[in-house]
Structure formats: C-alpha cells, structure tokens
C-alpha cells in the first residue's frame, strides 16, 4: 500500500520535477563536456547569449 | 475508492500508509536529486541541474506531507501508530500532543529532514548565480544529507509503523517533557541543528568546483547566521528549561547533551568572525573551510552521541538503535571532508604574507584559535567516558575540570572581544587612542572597585566581571561614535546595520556572561526541613512555610509545599504520574527580579506535616535569559534586510530575465 502512494506521489511530481526537460528543445540542452565553455549562440538567434547560458534560470 | 465510504477502523490505517508512503517517495525523489545534480554539476549542464534542483524541492514537499500525517495522527489520538502510543495519550494536551512531533526519536528525524529540505531548498533557490558546478554540487551534497535520514526514517525509525492492535489509550509523553519548554526548546535546537548542513554543502560544494573564493560564503552567510541564532537561542532556551524543570537550582550542568550542542556553536562563532576576514581581507580561506566543516561534523555527532547512549546523559530518553547509523554517517562525513581538503589544498593554498598580530584579523585570529580550544576542552571532557570505558575503567569528568580548563581560555575571549572591535583592519600603526579606551578602561575601573569594595575576592570573579563591563564599554563607544552626527544616525545605522547589528549581539553576550558569573560565584544554598509557621532566611531573604496541601490535576497529582515570600506564595511541588507507573517530578517555584531568583525545591513532606526544601538565591539569573534575547534582537536587526553582495555583484553582470 505504502508502495502504491509512493508511485502515485512520485508521478504527481513529475511534470513539476522534469518541467525544464519538457519546456527546453532538444537541441538546447547538449551539455558540453566537462571543463569545455557552453555552445555558441543558436545559428538561428534564438537562444540566449552565452552569459545566460552559463546562469541558466535559477528561479526554481 | 473514496475514504469517505471506509470504515472507521481503516483511516489509520491509511494515515500510516500515507505517511510510509510519503517517506517512500521522497527517499526516491531525493536519491535521485542527488544523482543527477552531481553528474548534472560535473557536465555543467544547467537544464539537468535545474531538474536536480526541482527534485530536491518535491523530496521536501513529500516530506512536508509526510510530518502533516504524523501531525493529524497526533492531534487525533490515532492510537494504531506506535509512534503516536508511544508519545502522547488520551489527557496530553492539544499543544503537548502537537509537540509529540519531535518528542520521540522517529519524529524528531522527521522534524531535522523537514527542516533540512525548507532551509536546503530556500537555499537552493538563489544558486544559480554561483555557477553551474557549485549549484549542482551544493544540491546534490544536500540531497545525499536529507537520503540519509530519509534512508533512517524509512528502513529503521519510521514514525508510521502500525501497531497489530490499537489500544484505547497512549503510553503518554515523558513526564519530564510535559513542559512549556518542550513547546519552544527541542524545536529551535533540533532546527539549529538541521541548518547547519547548508554552510557545510555550500563550502564543500565550492571546495568540489575549485572555487575557493568569498561567493559560497557571501551565499550562505544567512544560512550561517541563521544555524548560529537558532542554535544560540536554543541553548538558553535549554539552560532555562533546565533551571525551571530539573530542580537542582542550575542550569548548566556540561551533561554531553549541552556540551554537544554548544561545540559546533563555538565553532560557528569563530566562523562568522573569521569569515569577515575572508570577505574583507581575503585571508584565512582554509580556515573558513575548516570551520564550516568542523560544525557540522560536530552536529552529526552529537546526533550520534545523544541517541546511541554510548555516554551517560540527562537526555537517555533520546536513546534508540539507530546509533550505528550515525556512526557510519559520521565516519562517511569525515572521510569526504578530510580526502576533500586534501584534494583542494592546491586551490587553498597559504596566505601570502602572515596576519598582523595587533589588528583586526589578528584579533579575529587569536578568538578563534581560543574558540577551538574551548571546542577541543569540552569534546575531550564529553568523549573521555567513552575513550576510557574502552581502555578499562570508565571515567567522567564535571563542572571542575570544564571550568578550570576552559575558564581561562573564556576570559581571553573576553578580552578580545573588549579590545578587538578598537583594532583597524590590516596592521595597526599605532595601538587604539585614549579616547577610545576611555570607557572601557573606566568599566573596568569602576567594577573592580566596586568588587573590592563589597568584599570580593575570588580572582576569578575579580578579572571576568570587569572584562564584562569592558566588552559593554566597547559596545557604547561604538555607539557613541555614531551618535556624536546625529543627523547621520539613521543613514549610519542603515548602512553599517550588520557592524552595529553585531556590537548589540556582543552587548547581550556581556549581559549573558554577566548573569552566569554573577549566579555561578554567588549562589547560596540551604536545605532545611520546617515545620508549618518556620522561616528561613538565605542571604537575606526570608521564606514561611505555611503548610502542605495535596491538588488533583488531569495528569497528575501534585503535592505542595507553601512558602509565604513577601506578599506572595511561592508552591514548589513534587508531581506524581500515576499513569506513568507513580513517576514523579519535581516543579521549581522561583521568584524572579532583576538583581536575583529565590529558586524554592521541596525535597519531601513527612507525616507530621513538616516539609523539606533546598532554597537557592541565584544572583543574576534573570541577565541571562535577557542577554539571550539581546543577542537574537542583535542578530536580527543586524540582518534582516541586508542585501547578499555576491548575488548583487552577480545581477549588476547578468541581465535580471537569467536569474528570475
């Protein structure tokens, strides 16, 4: 039973948890690797600049 | 299926499953925070740490969820939880069963996991302007944290375990706890306790990024400040519960309970101070490391010590299996922190040219390296059962050897903090002018003759009370200088809050410091056995005993014994819990003014109506709760409102859409 409301609260807090998975593009969260700078802007302009990459949103 | 069509017997069933459950998921949820926010913090990758980051916060969610089950559990008597058998019963009061939520073991680590998640996740919030690496390590040390009691409360200590059988009625609560101080007490401390882990993640999270600069301690400066005031006020709440329940006319006694809740105070205290010299000077960062890391590891092992019993205690209530696991959690804690320096040591490196002894920060310096004496003093006093039960023969060390030990070391302290704040930064051309050590100087002056005068002369009370009147002197000289510009004043106080914030929290220390000097030099004591219509006088004050009478109350039955002071009765009394299998208690009637506490126990009444008391006159007392409350009013007006400069600096750089 504790199993079941386990389940059940751990997928009532998914949308919330996994919210910046599903709200970014695919192509905007390609980390770099370790140690390297982040990607340069999108060729299209869209993206941020690299200043806000590094300090993505740090609201929630 | 809907509850509403349950039958009765099955809701508490459910609100342990509830319960259970909650735990469960934010075991879960917070393993899996931890995962991701370390990878996520290693790749640099600021969505994963985003989502790190939301995990921790829903843990802390499920856990809120979980404490209001326990809660309702409590406040409607759901006897099928053992927890709430265990802690409370059918005549505990509304406020008293509420605070059953921290009265027993598995609630109280419920309690630190909640606090540890509101505090964690607050801190959490604003960690994005310290970079990606320090946020997702500072998230994931702090999900590792919160794991492991998550880990404890699910597999050994869970508040939710059903009982086969629900009895009629609880066990009760410790008749010792049936207090107002259980209301304000345990809470504050245990909070105290919990908040400590957020300076701990964030400098060991900065010592992980290689960051080494002021940033993380800019960050965690609230959450330092807030851990110290929570801790100070828990500790005066606890020397006043103890003065008001225990009954033995003190309210101090260095029992390891107190000694483990003061180390990592005193470690703290040297923190706050020492990283004042880091933000100004950009001196002493290993120390600072250090000093956070020592406070925490001292929290977690006076967790160990209070609920494995391996030392004697007042607080073996507390006593439970789940030492071993602290134990394990302590050495885990240990070993990351010293492989942690070690590793960093490059990034720390040496200062490059030595601290000025006579400045500022060599003040600074010097407190610290007292604080940590005192520290080591009391841990060596508080272990030495344990150290020498394991050799052969166990040995308990008491009030002397603290005093003698860590006396003097207090009485430097003392010193500097009169002299300290009269220091300027960096190396001091000149030594502190007359002007400013007039009214120190005279402090002291005028109370050492006041002493020799009343006929003092006990050398310890002859150096420490003057030192006192110096440390307030250096508080109003402080003041004095910025009231000499009235028109600036409340731009002054405005700007330089934290700095006069500061003095007043050392104003409250010298009063703190004066009631405990006062109480502990000159306290009276006489244990006397009167008849109805006897007096007895202690310096000065004289008692009637009037006679005893016998009062029913819901709980208990109390039996009083009369004492006429002046225009009012004091009623001390011995309380028995018949419920409880006849335990009894003592309640200290005390008359409280400023200049002293007559602190009345009554020992026993016999058969031919005379009684048996111990009467103590404690000179003082009252100072010490009231300096408590002026370091906590220091603390606050000093604070609140004040900007966090790391965050500021990182918002004049950074457009404001990046960090909202």
Redesign the interface.
């Given at each position: 039973?504790?199993?079941?409301?386990?389940?059940?609260?751990?997928f009532a807090?998914g949308p919330?948890?996994?919210?910046?998975?599903i709200k970014?593009p695919v192509d905007?969260?390609i980390?770099?690797p370790?140690g390297e700078s982040?990607s340069p802007p999108h060729p299209l302009g869209r993206s941020?600049p690299p200043?806000?990459?590094?300090?993505?949103?740090?609201?929630? | 299926m809907p509850v509403a069509v349950l039958d009765d017997s099955l809701h508490p069933v459910i609100l342990g499953y509830l319960g259970a459950g909650a735990l469960l998921a934010a075991l879960v949820m917070g393993g899996f925070s931890a995962v991701l926010s370390f990878w996520a913090g290693r790749q640099q990758n600021p969505v994963m740490v985003q989502v790190g980051r939301r995990a921790f916060y829903a843990a802390t969610a499920m856990i809120v969820a979980a404490g209001g089950v326990l809660e309702w559990a409590l406040l409607s008597h759901d006897f099928s939880l053992a927890y709430v058998t265990e802690h409370t019963d059918l005549s505990t009061s509304t406020a008293l069963s509420a605070a059953g939520f921290y009265g027993g073991q598995e609630g109280s680590l419920l309690y630190w996991a909640l606090v540890l998640g509101v505090l964690g996740s607050v801190s959490l919030v604003a960690s994005a302007s310290l970079g990606l690496r320090l946020a997702g390590y500072a998230a994931g040390l702090m999900a590792a944290i919160l794991s492991f009691f998550l880990v404890v409360l699910v597999l050994v200590a869970s508040p939710f375990d059903l009982l086969s059988i629900t009895p009629p009625d609880g066990l009760g609560l410790n008749p010792i706890l049936r207090d107002g101080g259980m209301l304000i007490h345990p809470p504050v401390i245990l909070a105290g306790f919990a908040s400590f882990a957020i300076p701990f993640c964030f400098a060991s999270a900065a010592l992980m990024a290689g960051r080494p600069d002021s940033a993380w301690i800019a960050h965690t400066r609230r959450f330092a400040l807030i851990a110290w005031g929570l801790q100070t006020t828990g500790l005066v709440l606890g020397m006043w519960w103890a003065y008001h329940v225990l009954g033995w006319g003190g309210y101090w006694g260095w029992d390891p309970v107190e000694n483990v809740a003061l180390m990592p105070w005193l470690a703290t205290t040297a923190y706050l101070h020492s990283s004042m010299v880091q933000e100004t000077r950009g001196r002493l960062r290993a120390w600072n490391f250090g000093l956070v890391i020592l406070a925490f590891l001292l929290v977690v092992f006076g967790t160990f010590i209070v609920r494995s019993g391996v030392v004697p205690s007042v607080h073996t209530f507390a006593i439970s299996a789940i030492g071993p696991w602290f134990l394990a959690f302590l050495f885990i804690c240990i070993v990351f922190s010293v492989v942690l320096l070690a590793l960093r040591s490059n990034v720390l490196g040496g200062d490059a040219e030595p601290v000025a002894p006579v400045s500022r920060e060599g003040a600074f310096v010097l407190q610290n390296l007292l604080l940590i004496a005192v520290v080591v003093v009391v841990l060596w006093g508080t272990v030495l059962p344990l150290v020498s039960g394991m050799l052969g023969q166990q040995r308990v060390v008491g009030a002397a050897y603290y005093e003698r030990a860590a006396g003097p070391l207090f009485v430097v302290i003392l010193a500097l903090m009169a002299a300290g704040p009269l220091l300027p930064w960096r190396r001091a051309a000149r030594m502190p002018s007359a002007r400013a050590l007039m009214w120190p100087g005279a402090a002291i002056v005028v109370v050492l003759a006041a002493l020799l005068v009343a006929g003092v002369r006990s050398i310890p009370a002859l150096i420490a009370l003057p030192l006192v009147a110096a440390v307030a002197g250096t508080c109003f000289t402080q003041y004095a200088r910025l009231g000499s510009g009235w028109a600036r004043l409340p731009s002054m106080l405005r700007r330089r809050r934290r700095r006069y914030g500061a003095y007043l929290a050392h104003l409250g220390l010298a009063v703190l410091v004066a009631g405990i000097g006062a109480s502990h030099f000159w306290q009276q004591e006489k244990d006397v056995t009167l008849a109805p219509g006897q007096q007895v006088t202690v310096a000065g004050y004289t008692l009637t005993y009037t006679g005893s009478e016998q009062r029913q109350l819901s709980d208990h039955t109390e039996l009083v014994g009369l004492m006429r002071f002046g225009d009012s009765t004091l009623e001390p009394a011995r309380a028995t819990y018949s419920g409880l299998g006849g335990q009894s208690l003592t309640h200290v009637a005390i008359s409280t003014t400023p200049v002293a506490d007559v602190y009345v126990v009554l020992a026993g009444v016999t058969a031919d109506g005379s009684a048996s008391f111990s009467v103590f006159v404690n000179p003082l007392v009252s100072w010490i709760w009231a300096g408590g409350a002026i370091i906590i009013v220091g603390v606050l007006l000093g604070n609140i409102g004040e900007r966090a400069p790391a965050v500021e600096a990182v918002r004049r750089r950074v457009p404001a859409s990046v960090l909202t």
């Amino acid at each position: 039973m504790a199993l079941i409301v386990a389940t059940l609260l751990l997928f009532a807090a998914g949308p919330f948890v996994l919210w910046p998975l599903i709200k970014t593009p695919v192509d905007d969260f390609i980390s770099p690797p370790p140690g390297e700078s982040l990607s340069p802007p999108h060729p299209l302009g869209r993206s941020a600049p690299p200043e806000k990459r590094a300090l993505p949103g740090g609201g929630v | 299926m809907p509850v509403a069509v349950l039958d009765d017997s099955l809701h508490p069933v459910i609100l342990g499953y509830l319960g259970a459950g909650a735990l469960l998921a934010a075991l879960v949820m917070g393993g899996f925070s931890a995962v991701l926010s370390f990878w996520a913090g290693r790749q640099q990758n600021p969505v994963m740490v985003q989502v790190g980051r939301r995990a921790f916060y829903a843990a802390t969610a499920m856990i809120v969820a979980a404490g209001g089950v326990l809660e309702w559990a409590l406040l409607s008597h759901d006897f099928s939880l053992a927890y709430v058998t265990e802690h409370t019963d059918l005549s505990t009061s509304t406020a008293l069963s509420a605070a059953g939520f921290y009265g027993g073991q598995e609630g109280s680590l419920l309690y630190w996991a909640l606090v540890l998640g509101v505090l964690g996740s607050v801190s959490l919030v604003a960690s994005a302007s310290l970079g990606l690496r320090l946020a997702g390590y500072a998230a994931g040390l702090m999900a590792a944290i919160l794991s492991f009691f998550l880990v404890v409360l699910v597999l050994v200590a869970s508040p939710f375990d059903l009982l086969s059988i629900t009895p009629p009625d609880g066990l009760g609560l410790n008749p010792i706890l049936r207090d107002g101080g259980m209301l304000i007490h345990p809470p504050v401390i245990l909070a105290g306790f919990a908040s400590f882990a957020i300076p701990f993640c964030f400098a060991s999270a900065a010592l992980m990024a290689g960051r080494p600069d002021s940033a993380w301690i800019a960050h965690t400066r609230r959450f330092a400040l807030i851990a110290w005031g929570l801790q100070t006020t828990g500790l005066v709440l606890g020397m006043w519960w103890a003065y008001h329940v225990l009954g033995w006319g003190g309210y101090w006694g260095w029992d390891p309970v107190e000694n483990v809740a003061l180390m990592p105070w005193l470690a703290t205290t040297a923190y706050l101070h020492s990283s004042m010299v880091q933000e100004t000077r950009g001196r002493l960062r290993a120390w600072n490391f250090g000093l956070v890391i020592l406070a925490f590891l001292l929290v977690v092992f006076g967790t160990f010590i209070v609920r494995s019993g391996v030392v004697p205690s007042v607080h073996t209530f507390a006593i439970s299996a789940i030492g071993p696991w602290f134990l394990a959690f302590l050495f885990i804690c240990i070993v990351f922190s010293v492989v942690l320096l070690a590793l960093r040591s490059n990034v720390l490196g040496g200062d490059a040219e030595p601290v000025a002894p006579v400045s500022r920060e060599g003040a600074f310096v010097l407190q610290n390296l007292l604080l940590i004496a005192v520290v080591v003093v009391v841990l060596w006093g508080t272990v030495l059962p344990l150290v020498s039960g394991m050799l052969g023969q166990q040995r308990v060390v008491g009030a002397a050897y603290y005093e003698r030990a860590a006396g003097p070391l207090f009485v430097v302290i003392l010193a500097l903090m009169a002299a300290g704040p009269l220091l300027p930064w960096r190396r001091a051309a000149r030594m502190p002018s007359a002007r400013a050590l007039m009214w120190p100087g005279a402090a002291i002056v005028v109370v050492l003759a006041a002493l020799l005068v009343a006929g003092v002369r006990s050398i310890p009370a002859l150096i420490a009370l003057p030192l006192v009147a110096a440390v307030a002197g250096t508080c109003f000289t402080q003041y004095a200088r910025l009231g000499s510009g009235w028109a600036r004043l409340p731009s002054m106080l405005r700007r330089r809050r934290r700095r006069y914030g500061a003095y007043l929290a050392h104003l409250g220390l010298a009063v703190l410091v004066a009631g405990i000097g006062a109480s502990h030099f000159w306290q009276q004591e006489k244990d006397v056995t009167l008849a109805p219509g006897q007096q007895v006088t202690v310096a000065g004050y004289t008692l009637t005993y009037t006679g005893s009478e016998q009062r029913q109350l819901s709980d208990h039955t109390e039996l009083v014994g009369l004492m006429r002071f002046g225009d009012s009765t004091l009623e001390p009394a011995r309380a028995t819990y018949s419920g409880l299998g006849g335990q009894s208690l003592t309640h200290v009637a005390i008359s409280t003014t400023p200049v002293a506490d007559v602190y009345v126990v009554l020992a026993g009444v016999t058969a031919d109506g005379s009684a048996s008391f111990s009467v103590f006159v404690n000179p003082l007392v009252s100072w010490i709760w009231a300096g408590g409350a002026i370091i906590i009013v220091g603390v606050l007006l000093g604070n609140i409102g004040e900007r966090a400069p790391a965050v500021e600096a990182v918002r004049r750089r950074v457009p404001a859409s990046v960090l909202t």
